[in-house]
């Protein structure tokens, strides 16, 4: 028997659906085009006054559209209107994807299942290629942890990581409904992989929010636990996974700082051969609690490496840094002097790492998170010390969040409109004669005082109001991937304008749409639901 018409929109909706949950973690080019094709499926596909009757009564709809209505609106007291419209281009997907899935057909139990099963396949893809570049079997080179991630923005990219957990844990553990044994075992490897992946990526922003989650999950199994006698014997170990990750940090600063006063006593003037030694004691920077500016040689080094690299001594490595500094931080962090004698003591594998840019023999290990707590440690110490901001992630970040507040705290009440946000951070940057280069010069990277800054405290509360309502509007206050995946997206705003690039805003408008405006049978979470799934 033909398909009806209706039919034939419904099944394009659905594979249109498919193709965007695919595409998102491998290409933003796609992610566009399947959801521009979604927005035309839905026109052509008629029906408007019923679709109308379904917004209309959708109050959690309404109160999330707040979001891009405000940004519209705020282009009334911006300047930049260019700017301002490709702001509201870029966040297209806030408004399109909501009013399509709401008030579209109900999508069938087994097609959301297939449309969460194909996004983690997806992400566990894109995961095995980066470890395949890990592992140089992918072409090009990685200078670091950013070049991982093959087809999307590395942060977002851990943000899909994170989600992708989420997704098997609800499989494995909360899942209302029976899954094949084939689908069990995928879910169950990539739980097991995930969490490495994330490792192996340095990323920093997918393991906080990843823990913020566990920690919330498992806090919310704890009061489910009706005997209170057992509920606390299991609270506290639950309490002691910030305490404990705390205590990790600071023992990784402690050991950063574990320098030996003794080094700077009674220097050597003069190498083995001879030469004399370059001594700056009052120069406090370390590698590894090895004082960086003592035992250096010059003459030595760089008539020894000229002999083993194409690379000139007074020269840029392949990264472009210094590699002069390079190899006097790497000799450094081994408790070398930096001398001939400490020069023929590395390895053949360790001169190409310092030719690639590796100030630090900790950094060769891949497959361990510390390095990269270490490299956050060291960009504050140099920029605590005068060293120059420029490249250095974390630090640039604090620098933002500066800029930001002094921008927003000019017009607390009003902002700047989000078309003039650019050039907001532009004259502020120009006005305190900024040590960032241009290329670093950029926004707040904090989702919040963005809002702040392009709609001033009004603004802030309708953004917060049009994330955080819904949810409780549409009932789904206790949906274990509504309310999951939005403390992941609140998380992710703390450092990062997670809506502010097309990638970011795809995916929470999808997922969003999805978990708060579809269809409700699936997404019960508590132990109570289940039985009424």
């Known amino acids: 028997m033909p398909l009806t018409r209706k039919q034939i929109h419904e099944q394009v909706y659905f594979y249109l ?16 085009m399947f959801m521009f094709q979604l927005l035309t499926n839905w026109v052509l596909e008629g029906r408007f006054r019923e679709k109308w009757e379904k917004i209309r009564a959708n109050r959690a709809l309404q109160v999330f559209l707040l979001l891009y209505v405000l940004h519209m609106v705020g282009l009334l007291w911006s300047s930049d209107l260019a700017y301002g419209l490709k702001d509201l281009r870029i966040k297209l997907p806030l408004l399109g994807m909501p009013i399509v899935i709401a008030s579209s057909v109900s999508l069938t139990r087994n097609q959301l299942r297939w449309i969460l099963l194909v996004f983690t396949l997806a992400v566990f893809v894109a995961t095995m290629a980066s470890f395949f570049k890990l592992l140089g079997w992918l072409p090009g080179e990685v200078q670091s942890f950013r070049d991982l991630s093959l087809f999307i923005n590395h942060i977002r990219f851990a943000l899909m990581i994170v989600l992708a957990l989420l997704i098997c844990g609800y499989f494995l553990f909360v899942r209302p409904l029976p899954i094949s044994l084939p689908e069990r075992i995928f879910y169950t490897l990539a739980m097991l992989w995930f969490p490495v992946c994330l490792v192996l990526l340095k990323s920093l922003t997918g393991l906080f929010i990843a823990g913020v989650l566990v920690f919330f999950i498992l806090l919310r199994l704890v009061f489910e636990i009706r005997d209170q006698v057992i509920r606390y014997m299991v609270l506290v170990p639950v309490l002691m996974i910030p305490l404990l990750s705390m205590l990790y940090l600071s023992n990784a600063i402690d050991r950063f700082y574990a320098a ?15 030469n004399l030694y370059l001594n700056m004691p009052q120069n406090e920077e370390l590698e590894n609690g090895n004082y960086i500016w003592i035992y250096i040689c010059d003459k030595e080094l760089e008539r020894d490496w000229n002999q083993v690299s194409d690379l000139d001594y007074w020269g840029r490595t392949t990264n472009d840094n210094s590699l002069r500094t390079t190899l006097i931080r790497f000799l450094a962090s081994k408790g070398l002097r930096k001398d001939a004698a400490g020069l023929k003591q590395l390895s053949d594998v360790e001169l190409r790492a310092i030719e690639a840019g590796t100030a630090n023999h900790i950094f060769m290990t891949r497959f361990k998170l510390y390095p990269r707590i270490y490299e956050v440690i060291w960009e504050i110490d140099r920029f605590r010390l005068g060293g120059d901001p420029n490249g250095k992630s974390v630090v640039q970040r604090y620098i933002y969040l500066k800029a930001g507040w002094e921008i927003a705290r000019d017009k607390l009440w009003l902002g700047v409109g989000n078309g003039d946000v650019k050039s907001a951070f532009n ?3 120009d006005a305190v004669n900024s040590p960032l280069d241009d290329q670093w010069r950029r926004r707040a990277h904090n989702q919040f005082l963005t809002f702040l800054i392009s709609f001033g405290i009004p603004g802030l509360l309708i953004c917060l109001l049009a994330l955080l309502a819904p949810p409780v509007l549409a009932g789904r206050q206790h949906s274990f991937l509504a309310v999951g995946f939005l403390i992941l997206v609140l998380v992710s705003m703390i450092s990062e304008d997670t809506l502010e690039t097309s990638v970011g805003v ?7 749409a999805l978990f708060v405006f579809g269809p409700d049978h699936p997404w019960l979470g508590s132990k109570a639901d289940k039985d009424h799934g």
């Open 260 to 274: 030996d006063p003794s080094q700077l006593e009674d220097l050597d003037n003069r190498t083995a051969e001879g």
């Open 506 to 512: 795809a995916l929470v408008a999808y997922f969003y």
């Open 427 to 429: 004259e502020y940057y």
């Open 17 to 32: 659906l498919l193709l965007i949950a695919i595409s998102l973690p491998l290409s933003i080019y796609t992610t566009s």
